[in-house]
């Protein structure tokens, strides 16, 4: 019924053409679903007040909740703890997975064992992992314990502000440098090795080497893997949930944008203004992508 054949002139087969889309459609369906249609009511509760107990009902505001957004100081407050989270946990990660990855490449003995060793934070559960540290943090834990033994005064990790945030960037990198770590050891193993051993007879050092030769071959990686940290650091909300109890503190230290928009869905039944901060977040992720791509994402003419 849809056999036609293609002319002379080009023009493009029904058959070929409808086979396709039929291809194509339990793909479309699948974003359709589970992309597309979520953003669209997503843009639509940001400009509408929502109304959820003693019925559902809409209110059309217009651009309100994104103007309460700039008025909101907690907003300003989960940004700045967000920001911060991102500018030191990326970094780090990236630099420790690299170091990582070069040592695991350097031949070192039972280096398959120790790949296991570096791994195993990376499959353990996110909420395991923070009960862990937790109890690590407690005022009655492993490290007031140890520092108690050694004679050194005890602290109260989870307690105070300045450092509440710390404690889960220092439980991220560690758990998370060692996936990061697997992807640059694929990619040192996939340098050609003639490389180095050209650069040895040239005089070259094991430094030179590393900083002519590795550093720019991976460049295309290390853009995947700052990439990916930041839109994972961006969206922490887990462990700041879990250490907080969902409040975000102490004294909103450990407060972020997701951690806050939970707290306006979920909490204050502010469907509307949640919708609004979570594109503002999408924003941010978006366009600092961008501006890494433009910086060292791009490939080399």
């Known amino acids: 019924?849809?056999?036609?054949?293609?002319?002379?002139?080009?023009?493009?087969?029904?058959?070929?053409?409808?086979?396709?889309?039929?291809?194509?459609?339990?793909?479309?369906?699948?974003?359709?679903?589970?992309?597309?249609?979520?953003?669209?009511?997503?843009?639509?509760?940001?400009?509408?007040?929502?109304?959820?107990?003693?019925?559902?009902?809409?209110?059309?505001?217009?651009?309100?909740?994104?103007?309460?957004?700039?008025?909101?100081?907690?907003?300003?407050?989960?940004?700045?703890?967000?920001?911060?989270y991102v500018a030191i946990v990326v970094p780090t990660q990236t630099i420790l997975a690299?170091?990582?990855?070069?040592?695991?490449?350097?031949?070192?003995?039972?280096?398959?064992?120790?790949?296991?060793?570096?791994?195993?934070?990376?499959?353990?559960?996110?909420?395991?992992?923070?009960?862990?540290?937790?109890?690590?943090?407690?005022?009655?834990?492993?490290?007031?314990?140890?520092?108690?033994?050694?004679?050194?005064?005890?602290?109260?990790?989870?307690?105070?502000?300045?450092?509440a945030l710390k404690g889960i960037m220092l439980m991220n990198i560690w758990s998370t440098a060692p996936f990061y770590m697997v992807i640059y050891l694929a990619a040192l193993q996939d340098i050609p090795k003639t490389l180095y051993e050209a650069a040895a007879i040239d005089g070259a050092s094991k430094w030179q080497q590393f900083i002519h030769i590795t550093i720019p071959l991976l460049q295309p990686v290390t853009f995947f893997v700052v990439a990916m940290g930041v839109i994972g650091t961006f969206q922490l909300f887990d462990q700041s949930y879990i250490f907080s109890r969902g409040t975000g503190g102490p004294n909103n230290a450990t407060l972020t944008v997701v951690l806050l928009i939970y707290q306006a869905v979920f909490r204050d039944l502010q469907m509307g203004y949640g919708a609004a901060i979570a594109f503002l977040l999408a924003a941010i992720i978006i366009s600092i992508t961008i501006i890494q791509r433009r910086l060292f994402g791009g490939e080399k003419k």
């Open 1 to 84: 019924m849809f056999r036609v054949r293609r002319r002379q002139t080009g023009e493009w087969n029904v058959t070929e053409g409808l086979a396709g889309y039929l291809f194509m459609m339990p793909t479309i369906l699948v974003l359709g679903t589970f992309v597309v249609s979520p953003i669209i009511w997503a843009v639509f509760l940001s400009l509408h007040k929502v109304q959820l107990l003693g019925g559902i009902d809409y209110k059309f505001i217009g651009w309100r909740n994104f103007t309460r957004i700039v008025e909101d100081e907690r907003v300003w407050i989960a940004l700045r703890n967000t920001m911060e």
């Open 98 to 163: 690299l170091v990582l990855a070069v040592t695991l490449n350097s031949g070192i003995r039972a280096k398959n064992w120790w790949r296991i060793l570096y791994f195993l934070p990376t499959v353990t559960s996110s909420a395991v992992l923070t009960l862990i540290f937790m109890w690590i943090y407690n005022t009655n834990g492993l490290l007031n314990d140890f520092l108690s033994f050694v004679g050194l005064p005890t602290y109260n990790w989870l307690g105070d502000p300045a450092v």
